[in-house]
């Protein structure tokens, strides 16, 4: 949720902080801007835009901002004030020495701005990000580091800090508390930046500024410290992941390329975590024994990995027996949930970031819990504070919507299902030799891609979808919902298709679409009933069925084909062309598939 790029070194700040900044675009994308000190080192000079940034690249264009060594900029998620150019960070002090970009939010911005205006500051935007650059402006004593430190500690709420000023400029300051903050480390140059993909083409090597750190960088120097001045020994990480996992390679769109990645993904964790002698999840750092000790789990996440969670519900529950329940972590922190030593919490999130999530694992682990976390981006803030985690390693997700971090983090509870089953168990191993069999399903779908585009784009028109599954597949339906609406803004409600009856019916006539997971399975035949209360009411159903069911043609209008799998694996299979349907309506629709509306890839506000 917003991103944010700094530079310093010999080269021309301004050309990287763009470069980054498109690489951030995916945390948000209503505003942005840059902040440079002019060649001189005695002026700032700020440029901002409202929209995406392209445009700030043509107002730079238009109005060069000139040659620079240092630099900070940031895209906005809007939080605070509209978004527009003049809430757009950065945000200069009043003196116009001091400029700051901010992700996160100030929740005690407000008094601190009442304050500030007492004492004289005028401000100029709605944020509560400009407080900040008046609090270092008001602390400043000829040290900008010390009164950067200082201002945080006046600060509540989230914060990624990024500061420079004509003061002393040639120094890049740093800091953070509950939002993301990487300092990557050049040759005479250094960056500061919310995520990896933003500098992996400058550096793989990166320092992660942990909660409560703050970084003085020059262009040959990194010092870290904590908010009280003590010098911290700051570990140096470095990237692995190849580049090319963070461009398209060819794919229209991220999200494109992130679904066909879907088969190695999981090929990957098979082959990391299925071995001879049973299921390797050795992060979570509990033996099996304690592992089956507990007596309830629950598990947190929101949105596509809350979806995910609720698949793992099914499954472990059917599997060993382990009573789950399943919050919106945005819920649960807020509703005196009963937790206790017993209890296992499982965090699922793919940025590690959310502001949420985060909440329910520190409020689990004050409650007893042991807390782990499935997650993709290592080192990040929840698996941080975790005990213990199962990593998906999915590579970076850069489209906002969700898809391989989804079927990856589905993947993962299978595992952990088949552990707390015990895979020695026939029925466990028959479903591992299957579960092993999901990759080359994918690559079966795929292959009939040009058929989903085409049942997608003659569905396009429909100004309202319902989702229907059963059982296993009801968050199936909840997921193949949220993705058509996400990226296509059409209305789309999920739901289990035996609750249809209760309420939903009311909306089927000629001019709704239903989309029906009608798998092979125990619940086939009810679905089918399902199938015909909505064909007697004239709606237009869709099916997603399986490969060689012909009595479902009967029935529908059109039929997406998948492979067969054993019931309890149908969710992993038709993940994906629910996936591709809302990709295909979305691109028919002229949405921006990538970017879509309102949205940012890691929500760090709660
Ligand atoms: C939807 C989507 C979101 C995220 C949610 C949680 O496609 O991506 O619903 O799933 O914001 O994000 P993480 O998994 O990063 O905690």
Redesign the pocket.
Same mark, same amino acid.
């Given at each position: 949720m917003c991103g944010i790029i700094g530079y310093i070194g010999n080269s021309d700040a301004t050309p990287v902080l763009i470069d980054g900044l498109k690489k951030l675009e995916y945390r948000g994308y209503d505003s942005s801007g840059v902040g440079v000190i002019d060649s001189t080192k005695d002026r700032i000079i700020v440029r901002k835009s409202s929209g995406k940034i392209s445009n700030l690249e043509n107002l730079i264009r238009t109005k060069p901002v000139g040659k620079s060594s240092i630099g900070i900029s940031h895209t906005r998620w809007a939080t605070h004030g509209a978004p527009t150019t003049v809430n757009a960070h950065p945000h200069l002090d009043g003196s116009g020495k001091i400029v700051i970009v901010h992700n996160g939010i100030i929740e005690n911005y407000e008094t601190l701005k009442t304050a500030l205006k007492k004492q004289g500051h005028t401000f100029k935007s709605d944020t509560d990000t400009e407080i900040v650059s008046h609090l270092i402006e008001k602390y400043y004593k000829g040290n900008l580091r010390a009164a950067v430190g200082r201002a945080v500690r006046d600060l509540e709420g989230a914060f990624a800090l990024g500061v420079i000023s004509t003061h002393e400029p040639d120094k890049l300051i740093a800091a953070r508390i509950g939002s993301p903050l990487i300092i990557g480390l050049g040759k005479k140059e250094n960056f500061i930046a919310s995520d990896v993909p933003a500098i992996l083409d400058k550096t793989r090597k990166i320092i992660y500024l942990k909660d409560g750190e703050m970084a003085e960088i020059t262009k040959d120097k990194v010092d870290v410290f904590n908010f009280a001045g003590k010098k911290v020994n700051a570990k140096v990480h470095t990237i692995t992941f190849n580049i090319d996992a963070v461009k398209k390679q060819g794919y229209p769109h991220f999200m494109m390329k992130e679904m066909h990645e879907q088969a190695d993904v999981i090929q990957k964790m098979i082959k990391a975590r299925i071995g001879k002698t049973g299921i390797a999840l050795d992060g979570i750092g509990l033996t099996q024994k304690q592992l089956s000790s507990f007596k309830k789990i629950i598990i947190l996440?929101?949105?596509?990995?809350?979806?995910a969670g609720m698949v793992g519900k099914y499954v472990i529950e059917k599997l060993a027996k382990i009573p789950v329940s399943v919050d919106a972590?945005s819920e649960f922190r807020y509703r005196d949930p009963i937790v206790d030593r017993k209890t296992l919490v499982i965090a699922?999130?793919?940025?590690? %970031?959310?502001a949420?999530?985060l909440a329910g694992v520190r409020e689990a682990k004050r409650r007893g819990a042991r807390v782990i976390t499935i997650?993709?981006?290592v080192g990040s803030s929840?698996v941080r504070e975790s005990d213990g985690v199962l990593y998906t390693h999915a590579g970076p997700?850069i489209s906002?919507?969700?898809?391989k971090?989804?079927t990856a983090?589905i993947a993962m509870l299978y595992l952990l299902a088949f552990k707390l089953a015990g895979p020695a168990k026939k029925e466990i191993k028959k479903l591992i030799s299957e579960f092993k069999k999901v990759p080359a399903l994918y690559k079966d779908i795929l292959k009939n891609k040009a058929e989903i585009a085409r049942v997608a784009k003659k569905n396009s028109h429909f100004g309202c979808f319902l989702f229907l599954g059963r059982n296993v597949n009801y968050p199936s339906a909840l997921e193949g919902a949220?993705?058509l609406k %996400?990226i296509s803004y059409i209305p789309a409600e999920g739901y289990a298709a035996g609750e249809m009856k209760h309420g939903p019916i009311a909306l089927i006539d000629e001019y709704r679409a239903v989309v029906c997971v009608a798998v092979k399975s125990d619940v086939y035949e009810k679905m089918i009933s399902n199938i015909q209360e909505i064909r007697a009411r004239k709606g237009k159903i869709i099916a997603i069925a399986t490969k060689g069911d012909k009595e479902i043609d009967k029935h529908v209008n059109y039929v997406i084909h998948v492979p067969k799998t054993s019931d309890l694996l149908t969710p992993l299979v038709v993940a994906l062309p629910l996936q591709l349907f809302a990709y295909y309506v979305a691109v028919k629709l002229g949405c921006d598939v990538d970017q879509p509306r309102n949205?940012a890839?890691?929500?760090t506000v709660e």
């Amino acid at each position: 949720m917003c991103g944010i790029i700094g530079y310093i070194g010999n080269s021309d700040a301004t050309p990287v902080l763009i470069d980054g900044l498109k690489k951030l675009e995916y945390r948000g994308y209503d505003s942005s801007g840059v902040g440079v000190i002019d060649s001189t080192k005695d002026r700032i000079i700020v440029r901002k835009s409202s929209g995406k940034i392209s445009n700030l690249e043509n107002l730079i264009r238009t109005k060069p901002v000139g040659k620079s060594s240092i630099g900070i900029s940031h895209t906005r998620w809007a939080t605070h004030g509209a978004p527009t150019t003049v809430n757009a960070h950065p945000h200069l002090d009043g003196s116009g020495k001091i400029v700051i970009v901010h992700n996160g939010i100030i929740e005690n911005y407000e008094t601190l701005k009442t304050a500030l205006k007492k004492q004289g500051h005028t401000f100029k935007s709605d944020t509560d990000t400009e407080i900040v650059s008046h609090l270092i402006e008001k602390y400043y004593k000829g040290n900008l580091r010390a009164a950067v430190g200082r201002a945080v500690r006046d600060l509540e709420g989230a914060f990624a800090l990024g500061v420079i000023s004509t003061h002393e400029p040639d120094k890049l300051i740093a800091a953070r508390i509950g939002s993301p903050l990487i300092i990557g480390l050049g040759k005479k140059e250094n960056f500061i930046a919310s995520d990896v993909p933003a500098i992996l083409d400058k550096t793989r090597k990166i320092i992660y500024l942990k909660d409560g750190e703050m970084a003085e960088i020059t262009k040959d120097k990194v010092d870290v410290f904590n908010f009280a001045g003590k010098k911290v020994n700051a570990k140096v990480h470095t990237i692995t992941f190849n580049i090319d996992a963070v461009k398209k390679q060819g794919y229209p769109h991220f999200m494109m390329k992130e679904m066909h990645e879907q088969a190695d993904v999981i090929q990957k964790m098979i082959k990391a975590r299925i071995g001879k002698t049973g299921i390797a999840l050795d992060g979570i750092g509990l033996t099996q024994k304690q592992l089956s000790s507990f007596k309830k789990i629950i598990i947190l996440a929101c949105g596509t990995a809350y979806h995910a969670g609720m698949v793992g519900k099914y499954v472990i529950e059917k599997l060993a027996k382990i009573p789950v329940s399943v919050d919106a972590a945005s819920e649960f922190r807020y509703r005196d949930p009963i937790v206790d030593r017993k209890t296992l919490v499982i965090a699922i999130s793919q940025s590690g %970031e959310t502001a949420d999530t985060l909440a329910g694992v520190r409020e689990a682990k004050r409650r007893g819990a042991r807390v782990i976390t499935i997650c993709n981006v290592v080192g990040s803030s929840i698996v941080r504070e975790s005990d213990g985690v199962l990593y998906t390693h999915a590579g970076p997700e850069i489209s906002v919507a969700s898809t391989k971090a989804y079927t990856a983090q589905i993947a993962m509870l299978y595992l952990l299902a088949f552990k707390l089953a015990g895979p020695a168990k026939k029925e466990i191993k028959k479903l591992i030799s299957e579960f092993k069999k999901v990759p080359a399903l994918y690559k079966d779908i795929l292959k009939n891609k040009a058929e989903i585009a085409r049942v997608a784009k003659k569905n396009s028109h429909f100004g309202c979808f319902l989702f229907l599954g059963r059982n296993v597949n009801y968050p199936s339906a909840l997921e193949g919902a949220l993705k058509l609406k %996400e990226i296509s803004y059409i209305p789309a409600e999920g739901y289990a298709a035996g609750e249809m009856k209760h309420g939903p019916i009311a909306l089927i006539d000629e001019y709704r679409a239903v989309v029906c997971v009608a798998v092979k399975s125990d619940v086939y035949e009810k679905m089918i009933s399902n199938i015909q209360e909505i064909r007697a009411r004239k709606g237009k159903i869709i099916a997603i069925a399986t490969k060689g069911d012909k009595e479902i043609d009967k029935h529908v209008n059109y039929v997406i084909h998948v492979p067969k799998t054993s019931d309890l694996l149908t969710p992993l299979v038709v993940a994906l062309p629910l996936q591709l349907f809302a990709y295909y309506v979305a691109v028919k629709l002229g949405c921006d598939v990538d970017q879509p509306r309102n949205l940012a890839k890691s929500v760090t506000v709660e």
